[in-house]
């Protein structure tokens, strides 16, 4: 509820705030202490609010509790304790002060106010209501204390109170609609509808000339089902003003509510084609036409022809256009018309970065690279802070063998990371650059790429693996250990992915583990899809398989990776020998 959030921040005291801090021993009432005690409660005091400027709570609790030795009759220090037991969470400990420092300073705002907010947190309403309302009876013109005290009459439903509330907020600061609307919500609520139009009538003769107001007068006489009298108002607002907004939206509801559907469908075609209604305004009438369109057996012949129509006209931004292109995938059309319905939404406005995203999505589910580049690369200029653009540029590249450009796009995408970005995709973005500086032979910096994607995602497997694999190509065995563990949090992960079997079972090879390396490159191979020829993982097993002396074994492995990958000298010679024999 806002009286916790309301009180939670305001338990922090800001350092000189009001009168409270810094201030003398020369209180309210008879002085109680002789000129060396003054200085001394003072001296004392100021020391409690250094250390409390340097977060010594423990000192500052102490020095307030000496403060009142030295003088109870003082409320400062009984104040500040009962900040400090409220957020240790000694909360009857913190009432407690609240209460002793707002009586013994009756006149101090601060006291009085924290006092009451202290009661809206332990939910004591009816004692925080006593409080804020001695606040407004000493300080009158404080709305905002009249604001808090208006939601805790709505909060009890003591309509009554509240009401009288408002009139005293309307008092302080005029006359304004949120008063009347709320005020007239509260009079509806006490089942008083005459004293609620008066109101709404009263802001109508204030301000003549504002007819926004007398269309408000007209929906509340349409929502009492007082129809006719609401059509005579929005007429005599059409009349002064023939193309006013609201008089023309409220009007298209009443002929909607009255199943006048020739009314209803030329006022909406008026509206539609006007220049004056905000975007937002057509929006909500184009939804109001699709809902109805729907309910009625989902013509959507009837809703491309509008959006065609409208699509045609100059736009002020990309917003129908939107619309339009997300009702078309709702409704499952061609892929073809949702791509065009995209680009128009493109057209209007270049920087559109919603519209961006879902047409490269588009074309990357399809596979076509060279039209994600091109519609990546302008994003780069409209949308520079979008790290998703630079992350499918690269990926393209990549996907296009271009690796410098990728490399190029993925380093210009990571001077975007701020800690608001998605670590998902931070990660991935490093784990591409480790694998392009290790295909250009850059080991250092692909692991140090490979570091800073497992920093933004500690589990990223695809990483996780191939971290793994190019270290236990390292004669080190730092590395291999390194490596291994690595590799071991792949299979641990994911135990029936033949890659990460694959290289947890070659990492256990070169580290002469060669039975556990023969378990998991056993649970690779049945592992591998049928359809997948993977010359490396059958390679693999041949070795462990000639390291664990199952040299028939490795033998059928070897002549298998040989069929799929003939120019293979290593696996000839290997078959040749039959043993293992390095690169």
């Given at each position: 509820?806002?009286?916790?959030?309301?009180?939670?921040?305001?338990?922090?005291?800001?350092?000189?705030?009001?009168?409270?801090?810094?201030?003398?021993?020369?209180?309210?009432?008879?002085?109680?202490?002789?000129?060396?005690?003054?200085?001394?409660?003072?001296?004392?005091?100021?020391?409690?609010?250094?250390?409390?400027?340097?977060?010594?709570?423990?000192?500052?609790?102490?020095?307030?509790?000496d403060c009142i030795e030295l003088?109870?009759?003082?409320?400062?220090?009984?104040?500040?304790?009962?900040?400090?037991?409220?957020?240790?969470?000694?909360?009857?400990?913190?009432?407690?002060c609240f209460q002793k420092a707002?009586?013994?300073?009756?006149?101090?705002?601060?006291?009085?106010?924290?006092?009451?907010?202290?009661?809206?947190?332990?939910?004591?309403?009816?004692?925080?209501?006593?409080?804020?309302?001695?606040?407004?009876?000493?300080?009158?013109?404080?709305?905002?204390?009249?604001?808090?005290?208006?939601?805790?009459?709505?909060?009890?439903?003591?309509?009554?109170?509240?009401?009288?509330?408002?009139?005293?907020?309307?008092?302080?600061?005029?006359?304004?609609?949120?008063?009347?609307?709320?005020?007239?919500?509260?009079?509806?609520?006490m089942g008083e509808d005459q004293?609620?139009?008066?109101?709404?009538?009263?802001?109508?003769?204030?301000?003549?000339?504002?007819?926004?107001?007398?269309?408000?007068?007209?929906?509340?006489?349409?929502?009492?089902?007082?129809?006719?009298?609401?059509?005579?108002?929005?007429?005599?607002?059409?009349?002064?003003?023939?193309?006013?907004?609201?008089?023309?939206?409220?009007?298209?509801?009443?002929?909607?509510?009255?199943?006048?559907?020739?009314?209803?469908?030329?006022?909406?075609?008026?509206?539609?084609?006007?220049?004056?209604?905000?975007?937002?305004?057509?929006?909500?009438?184009?939804?109001?036409?699709?809902?109805?369109?729907?309910?009625?057996?989902?013509?959507?012949?009837?809703?491309?022809?509008?959006?065609?129509?409208?699509?045609?006209?100059?736009?002020?931004?990309?917003?129908?256009?939107?619309?339009?292109?997300?009702?078309?995938?709702?409704?499952?059309?061609?892929?073809?018309?949702?791509?065009?319905?995209?680009?128009?939404?493109?057209?209007?406005?270049?920087?559109?970065?919603?519209?961006?995203?879902?047409?490269?999505?588009?074309?990357?589910?399809?596979?076509?690279?060279?039209?994600?580049?091109?519609?990546?690369?302008?994003?780069?200029?409209?949308?520079?802070?979008?790290?998703?653009?630079?992350?499918?540029?690269?990926?393209?590249?990549?996907?296009?063998?271009?690796?410098?450009?990728?490399?190029?796009?993925?380093?210009?995408?990571?001077?975007?990371?701020?800690?608001?970005?998605?670590?998902?995709?931070?990660?991935?973005?490093?784990?591409?650059?480790?694998?392009?500086?290790?295909?250009?032979?850059?080991?250092?910096?692909?692991?140090?790429?490979?570091?800073?994607?497992?920093?933004?995602?500690?589990?990223?497997?695809?990483?996780?693996?191939?971290?793994?694999?190019?270290?236990?190509?390292?004669?080190?065995?730092?590395?291999?250990?390194?490596?291994?563990?690595?590799?071991?949090?792949?299979?641990?992960?994911?135990?029936?992915?033949?890659?990460?079997?694959?290289?947890?079972?070659?990492?256990?090879?070169?580290?002469?583990?060669?039975?556990?390396?023969?378990?998991?490159?056993?649970?690779?191979?049945?592992?591998?899809?049928?359809?997948?020829?993977?010359?490396?993982?059958?390679?693999?097993?041949?070795?462990?398989?000639?390291?664990?002396?199952?040299?028939?074994?490795?033998?059928?492995?070897?002549?298998?990776?040989?069929?799929?990958?003939?120019?293979?000298?290593?696996?000839?010679?290997?078959?040749?020998?039959?043993?293992?024999?390095?690169?």
């Amino acid at each position: 509820m806002f009286f916790v959030a309301g009180f939670l921040a305001l338990t922090v005291i800001p350092a000189l705030a009001d009168d409270v801090i810094l201030r003398t021993v020369k209180k309210e009432g008879v002085d109680t202490l002789s000129s060396d005690d003054y200085r001394r409660y003072d001296d004392v005091f100021l020391e409690a609010m250094r250390q409390r400027q340097q977060g010594n709570d423990s000192i500052v609790v102490q020095l307030l509790n000496d403060c009142i030795e030295l003088d109870s009759t003082l409320a400062a220090p009984y104040f500040f304790l009962g900040d400090y037991h409220g957020h240790a969470g000694k909360d009857s400990l913190a009432l407690a002060c609240f209460q002793k420092a707002a009586s013994l300073g009756q006149e101090n705002f601060s006291y009085q106010q924290r006092l009451a907010e202290f009661y809206l947190y332990k939910s004591d309403y009816d004692r925080a209501i006593e409080v804020f309302e001695l606040l407004v009876n000493n300080s009158p013109t404080r709305t905002e204390v009249l604001g808090l005290l208006a939601q805790l009459y709505q909060q009890k439903k003591d309509y009554p109170a509240l009401l009288h509330t408002l009139e005293r907020i309307e008092k302080a600061d005029g006359v304004s609609e949120n008063l009347v609307l709320a005020k007239m919500q509260v009079h509806s609520l006490m089942g008083e509808d005459q004293r609620a139009f008066d109101e709404l009538e009263g802001l109508v003769k204030k301000y003549p000339n504002d007819l926004n107001y007398k269309v408000m007068l007209g929906n509340w006489l349409l929502g009492k089902e007082r129809k006719d009298e609401a059509l005579k108002v929005y007429r005599q607002v059409l009349d002064e003003e023939p193309d006013h907004v609201l008089a023309t939206i409220s009007l298209l509801d009443y002929y909607q509510g009255e199943n006048q559907r020739e009314e209803e469908n030329r006022l909406m075609e008026q509206l539609l084609s006007s220049d004056k209604p905000e975007t937002s305004d057509k929006l909500m009438v184009i939804r109001r036409f699709v809902s109805r369109n729907d309910e009625e057996g989902g013509d959507s012949l009837k809703v491309l022809s509008l959006f065609n129509r409208l699509l045609s006209r100059p736009q002020k931004n990309s917003d129908i256009a939107d619309f339009y292109a997300s009702y078309l995938e709702y409704k499952s059309c061609p892929k073809d018309t949702i791509r065009a319905a995209w680009h128009k939404s493109l057209q209007i406005a270049p920087d559109n970065a919603m519209a961006r995203s879902q047409l490269i999505t588009m074309e990357w589910q399809e596979a076509k690279y060279d039209a994600v580049i091109e519609l990546s690369l302008p994003a780069l200029k409209y949308n520079p802070d979008e790290m998703v653009f630079y992350y499918y540029l690269g990926l393209a590249y990549f996907q296009k063998d271009r690796r410098d450009d990728a490399l190029d796009a993925f380093r210009r995408g990571v001077s975007q990371i701020n800690m608001k970005s998605n670590p998902e995709m931070v990660s991935d973005f490093y784990a591409i650059m480790g694998d392009i500086f290790h295909q250009k032979g850059m080991n250092a910096e692909a692991y140090a790429a490979y570091d800073s994607c497992l920093h933004w995602k500690e589990d990223n497997i695809a990483c996780l693996n191939n971290y793994a694999y190019f270290l236990s190509e390292s004669a080190d065995s730092r590395s291999l250990e390194k490596a291994c563990e690595m590799s071991k949090k792949t299979v641990d992960k994911e135990p029936q992915n033949s890659t990460y079997l694959d290289t947890y079972a070659w990492i256990l090879f070169r580290m002469k583990r060669y039975g556990e390396a023969k378990i998991y490159i056993d649970r690779a191979m049945e592992n591998l899809a049928d359809t997948l020829e993977n010359a490396v993982i059958i390679e693999h097993c041949g070795d462990i398989y000639s390291m664990n002396g199952d040299v028939d074994g490795a033998m059928g492995y070897w002549k298998e990776a040989l069929r799929i990958a003939p120019d293979n000298k290593v696996l000839a010679r290997k078959i040749r020998r039959k043993k293992y024999v390095k690169k």
